[in-house]
């Protein structure tokens, strides 16, 4: 069982990754502007369930590869330090695309709206990437299962997201006209989340192995 204080510092890092736009944002968004709030749910649905798979794989695969490799978590670390900066990037770089310019998609049935949300996630590198780098930063073998603690750090991950990613569906179109008449807000936002993610990278970077 991952200590409190490692859940809560993971469970801020997961809202911080949620609230960074990516694919996952955009489709939502446009899905739930142009065919409405339940559409948006029915195709977080499918999202979610594209989470438990990534996040499976990834704790079964973390749990064989800190066993087997002395030094795979210093390998990993380092790999996920350069992926926090390289997200860092995207949210700072000039002419980085808004989540919430909103994409004109056709209006579909429920099996296909979940199974788009489903695609959506396993197609999506980002969240692949983000298990294998995030997870081993907040898993200490010395606490039990590994196993079982990347478990855990994975769910809390998937409920913030779709906590988040519901709030953000049900007020996609208030939250598009408010960025759109004040475009400055998403700037700083950018920024703050980039400086956070930049500053995160630093720390795996330098921390000594557990």
Same mark, same amino acid.
């Given at each position: ?154 769910? &809390? *991950?998937?409920?913030?997201?779709? =906590? /988040?990613?519901?709030?953000?569906? #049900?007020?996609? +179109?208030?939250? !598009? @006209? ?9 700037? &700083? *936002?950018?920024?703050?989340?980039? =400086? /956070?993610?930049?500053?995160?990278? #630093?720390?795996? +970077?330098?921390? !000594? @192995?557990?």
């Amino acid at each position: 069982m991952p200590e409190l204080d490692n859940l809560l510092a993971f469970a801020a890092i997961a809202l911080g990754m949620v609230l960074t736009p990516g694919p996952n944002m955009i489709y939502l968004i446009s899905r739930s502007i142009c065919q409405g709030r339940v559409a948006g749910l029915i195709s977080l649905g499918g999202i979610a369930l594209g989470f438990v798979v990534y996040m499976l794989c990834a704790a079964y695969g973390l749990t064989a590869l800190l066993m087997a490799v002395p030094f795979a978590y210093d390998a990993i670390r380092i790999a996920g330090a350069a992926y926090l900066l390289w997200l860092a990037w995207q949210a700072v770089r000039p002419g980085g695309r808004s989540s919430f310019e909103v994409k004109d998609l056709p209006q579909d049935g429920p099996a296909r709206l979940f199974s788009m949300g489903l695609l959506t996630a396993l197609l999506n590198p980002k969240i692949a990437v983000m298990y294998l780098s995030l997870l081993p930063q907040f898993i200490d073998p010395a606490k039990g299962s590994v196993l079982g603690q990347a478990v855990i750090l994975g769910s &809390v *991950q998937i409920a913030t997201s779709v =906590t /988040v990613n519901s709030a953000i569906i #049900v007020s996609a +179109a208030f939250i !598009a @006209r408010f960025l759109q008449r004040r475009p400055g807000f998403a700037l &700083v *936002q950018r920024w703050l989340m980039g =400086t /956070v993610l930049a500053g995160l990278a #630093v720390r795996m +970077a330098t921390e !000594a @192995r557990r």
